[in-house]
C-alpha cells in the first residue's frame, strides 16, 4: 500500500506518486452522473442514441483524464527521469544506426533536434554518425553546424569526429580546410593519430604533394606507437601516389621497405602494387608479382584480376584478358560488370562481335544486368561493319531487358542505317530521339551531315548545320570537313574556300583531311596553280 501521509524524506518514486494522487484530488475522478443524456424521458420515449451518448462519454471522459493526469506528473520529482533518459540513450544509437545505414539524414537530424527538446543527451558516438552521413553526401555547411553545436553543448568531439570531418573536406577536394581542421586539433585538445594522417596523406598525394605527405607524417607520427599496422597503411598510400605519378623506383622502394621492415603483407598491398605496375606498363613485372602474391598464399579478388585485365585489353591483349577470365572461374572468384565490360570493350574494337556476344550472354546467365554502354558498345561495332541486321537484333534484346536506350544507342543505330544506305531511316531516327525525350548531339548532326554530302544533297546539310546552330551545338572540324566534302561534290569550290577561312579562324585544332580535299577537287578542275597555293598554306600552318 502506497502511504499518502508526508513524512518529510523521499520515499522513491512510489511515495511520489501517491503525493500525486493526494495533491491531485477528486479534479479528475470520472463522473458517471454526467455520462447519461440529459433528457430526463428519454426512456419514456425510447431514445435509440441514448446508450451511445453514454458510452461516448465514457470513452471521452476517461482518455481526457488520462491525458490530463499524465501532463501533471512532475518526472523530476517522480524519480522516473534518469531511468527513461537511459532508456532514450539505449535505443537512440541503434535507431540513428539504422537511419544512417539507410542514408535517412534528414530524417535523423529531425529525431536528434525532438530528442534534445525532450533533454536527451546524445552520445558522441551518434553524433559521428550523423557527421559522417553528411560528409558522404557532401553537405559539409550542416556538418560545421554540427560540430559547432557539439562544442558550445556537447558532447565534445573527439579524434573520430575531426577524422570525419577531414575526410569530407577531402573527398570534396577541400584539401586547405582539412589542413586547417588538423592544426585547430591540438588547440582543442585533441591529438591526431594514424588515421588522421594517412586521411592527409592520401588528400596530398592526389593532389601530386607528396613530399608535403612525408613531412606532414614526420612531423606529426615521429612518436607513435601503433607501428606495425599502420606503416603498412601509409606505406600503401605513398606507394600508391609515387606510381600514379609515374615515379615507379620511388614507389618500389616503399615496397621494399616494407619488407625489409617485415611489415606483414596484405591483400590491398598487393592490388596496389599490381595496379601501380599495370598503370606504368610494366605488366610482365605486375605478372610477377601476381605470382608471388599466389605463392604467399593470398587468394586474389576480383579487383586484383580486373586490373590485369583492364591492362590487357589496353594493350589489345584480348586473348589474354580473356584467359584471365577463366583462371577466375576456376578459383573461385566471380567476375562483376566491370571485368565482362573490359573484355566486352576489346572484343568491339577488335572486331570480334561474335565472342563479345558470348561474353554478354554470360553476363545475363549470371543475373548481371549489362549497363547500357555494354549493349551500345556491341550496337556500335556491328553498325561500323555495316550489319544492319544484329545492330537492330541487339537493340530489341536491350528492349526486351527493360534497358531504355539512350544518346549513344541511337547514335550508332543511324551509323548502322547510314552504312547500309538508309538515309532516310537515319533521319527518321533523329526525330525518334526526340519523341523519347533525347536531344541530338554533335556526333547525331555530324553523322548526317556527313551521310546527306555524301548523297549531294548539300542543302539538307546546310539546314541541319543551321538547326544544329540553333540548338546551341558548336560544329568541330569533322563537322567542317564534311561540308566542304559536300560543297566539293558539287562543284562549289568558292563555298568550300569560305568554310576553310571560318575553320582557321574558329581556333580548332585543323588537320590535313580539308586541305587533301580541296587541292584534290582543285587538280580535277585543272586549277593546279590553286592547289599549290593552298599546298603551301599547309605547310606554313604546320610549322
Known sequence: MWKYGGTGR????????????????????????????????????????????????????GLERLKNMRESIPLENVGFDSCTLEAVNSRHATLFGYLCSEGKWK??????????????????????????????????????????????????????????????????????????????????????????????????????????????????????????????ITSTILMDCYFRSGNTVQALGFWDQMLHKNIQIDLVAYNVLIRGLCLTQHINVAYGNFAEMLKRGFIPDCFTFNTLISA????GKVDEACHIHDVMLKMGVAPDKISYKMIIQGLCFRGDLVKAIEFLNCLLEKSLMPEPLIWNL??????????????????????????????????????????????????????EMLLNGLFPDLVTYNSLIGAVCSSGHIAFALDLYDEMLRRGIEPDIITYT??????????????????????????????????????????????????????????????
Open 107 to 232: 530524417t535523423a537530424l529531425w529525431l536528434r533536434r525532438k530528442l534534445i527538446q525532450k533533454g536527451a543527451v546524445l552520445d558522441v558516438f551518434a553524433h559521428n554518425l550523423l557527421l559522417n552521413g553528411l560528409c558522404k553526401i557532401g553537405d559539409m555547411e550542416k556538418a560545421d553546424c554540427l560540430i559547432r553545436e557539439m562544442l558550445e553543448m556537447g558532447p565534445p568531439p573527439n579524434v573520430v569526429t575531426y577524422n570525419t570531418f577531414s575526410k569530407g573536406h577531402c573527398l570534396k577536394n577541400n584539401v586547405d580546410k582539412a589542413l586547417y581542421l588538423f592544426s585547430t586539433m591540438a588547440t582543442d585538445g585533441i591529438r591526431p593519430n594514424r588515421v588522421t594522417c594517412n586521411i592527409l596523406v592520401h588528400a596530398l598525394c592526389r593532389k601530386g604533394l607528396v613530399d608535403d605527405a612525408k613531412k606532414l607524417l614526420c612531423e606529426t607520427l615521429s612518436d607513435d606507437n601503433e607501428k606495425t599496422n599502420s606503416d603498412l
Open 10 to 61: 523521499d520515499d522513491g518514486p512510489l511515495t511520489a506518486i501517491g503525493e500525486l494522487v493526494k495533491n491531485v484530488g477528486d479534479r479528475y475522478r470520472m463522473r458517471t452522473h454526467d455520462w447519461f443524456s440529459r433528457k430526463k424521458d428519454c426512456y419514456d420515449k425510447g431514445d435509440p442514441e441514448a446508450v451511445f451518448n453514454v458510452l461516448d462519454s465514457m470513452l471521452k471522459d
Open 378 to 431: 556491341i550496337i556500335d561495332g556491328y553498325g561500323r561493319f555495316g550489319d544492319l541486321g544484329n545492330a537492330l537484333s541487339v537493340n530489341n534484346h536491350m528492349l526486351s531487358f527493360g534497358v531504355a536506350p539512350n544518346v549513344f544507342t541511337f547514335n550508332a543505330l543511324i551509323l548502322a542505317q547510314i552504312k547500309s544506305g538508309n538515309n532516310v531511316r537515319a533521319y527518321s531516327l533523329k526525330k
Open 482 to 543: 564534311e561540308l566542304i566534302r559536300g560543297y566539293c561534290m558539287r562543284g562549289n569550290v568558292e563555298e568550300a574556300e569560305k568554310l576553310l577561312t571560318k575553320m582557321r579562324r574558329s581556333g580548332l585544332q585543323i588537320d590535313h583531311v580539308p586541305y587533301k580535299i580541296l587541292i584534290k577537287k582543285y587538280c580535277q578542275l585543272g586549277q593546279h596553280d590553286m592547289a599549290f597555293d593552298l599546298y603551301q598554306n599547309w605547310l606554313m600552318r604546320k610549322k
Open 312 to 315: 590487357l585489353c589496353k594493350e
